[in-house]
């Protein structure tokens, strides 16, 4: 069977009841909603931690990566990194793992909102991406993990269910701050989706990447969400490794390992809680080209070639850790 055959959000279900299974060991928060969806609280006000950050990262790619924690051998402050790997990393970071889905209900201080990540996305195909990539999926459940530190309400229940077209009971929604030890981990981990992310931003044929690994070094948690948000995304932006591998002309390679780190952005060099506060909390009036890790690494398969490009800043992820 090849992965384009395989249901993803069927793979993740099997994961989500292994976490559940295993919730007491991992510190989280097993419940059922008011329509009858599952909610696995991750970090709010379940304690959760780096184990569960990483069950929620593999969640995330939909069954079809590994993502571990492992020492760098060469960051004296910050020892420790987490690493991505996928056997589709098209389908598992750009399919599942993106955080592109945005749901929301309500106005003023009640109102919800959230971005959803993981395998429930390509069932529904809100998102224009979905028009470009030929993956589809088919299974009587669904999956999505929020970046929020609040269950969804019903009305966002109701209309994921109707547009993944499964039952609510039928759904999974795990949830965890960014400031929690289990979402700071999730969020580093898309330091491989981040990369594959640019690459489609910069127009390089999705159907040309056969397979990619990526690290980036686990950042410690911050109360204020800004802080934490700035962590997460300065360890990608100023201490992620990417190494992509496609297929075509080495001349194509090597552009793209010159085009993809997060140096060819005009916002590079402030942390990125600076950059964030600098542009008034207008996320979307920073330079999307900043959103990619530090250092890239492209294989031309075909030729044997391989172009590095960016390097790792020790100096700005001690400024944003510290």
Request: hydrophobic fraction near 40%.
């Amino acid at each position: 069977m090849s992965t384009t055959e395989l249901s993803i959000n069927t793979l993740t279900g099997h994961a989500v009841d292994r976490l559940i299974a295993q919730a007491a060991q991992l510190r989280v928060a097993v419940s059922k909603g008011e329509k009858g969806e599952t909610l696995i609280d991750a970090g709010k006000n379940a304690r959760g931690g780096i184990e569960a950050g990483l069950r929620l990262a593999e969640i995330c790619l939909g069954g079809l990566g590994t993502v571990e924690l492992a020492p760098t051998g060469s960051n004296p402050k910050w020892p420790f990194q987490i690493s991505v790997r996928s056997t589709d990393p098209v389908i598992a970071c750009l399919a599942s793992q993106y955080a592109g889905w945005a749901l929301s209900h309500g106005e003023g201080k009640s109102a919800f909102f959230a971005l959803g990540s993981g395998p429930g996305r390509v069932l529904a195909r809100k998102e224009p991406l979905f028009a470009e990539l030929e993956y589809h999926d088919r299974a009587e459940r669904a999956t999505l993990v929020l970046e929020g530190d609040r269950a969804p309400p019903p009305e966002i229940v109701e209309k994921v269910a109707h547009d993944c077209g499964v039952k609510p009971e039928n759904l999974t929604f795990i949830f965890a701050p960014t400031q929690s030890l289990a979402g700071g981990v999730q969020v580093v981990a898309r330091v491989l989706e981040v990369a594959l992310h640019k690459t489609h931003e910069l127009k390089f044929p999705l159907s040309r990447i056969v397979d990619g690994l990526a690290c980036a070094p686990l950042c410690p948690p911050h109360p204020d969400f800004i802080q934490a948000m700035g962590r997460t995304n300065d360890a990608i932006i100023y201490g992620g490794q990417a190494h992509l591998f496609v297929t075509g002309p080495s001349d194509d390679a090597k552009a793209l390992a010159a085009a993809l780190p997060s140096t060819t952005s005009r916002d590079y060099g402030r942390p990125f809680a600076e950059v964030f506060k600098a542009y008034k909390g207008d996320f979307y009036s920073i330079d999307p080209m900043l959103f990619s890790p530090a250092r890239a690494i492209v294989t031309a398969v075909e030729t044997g070639e391989t172009f590095h490009a960016g390097q790792v800043d020790q100096t700005l992820l001690d400024a944003s850790f510290s």
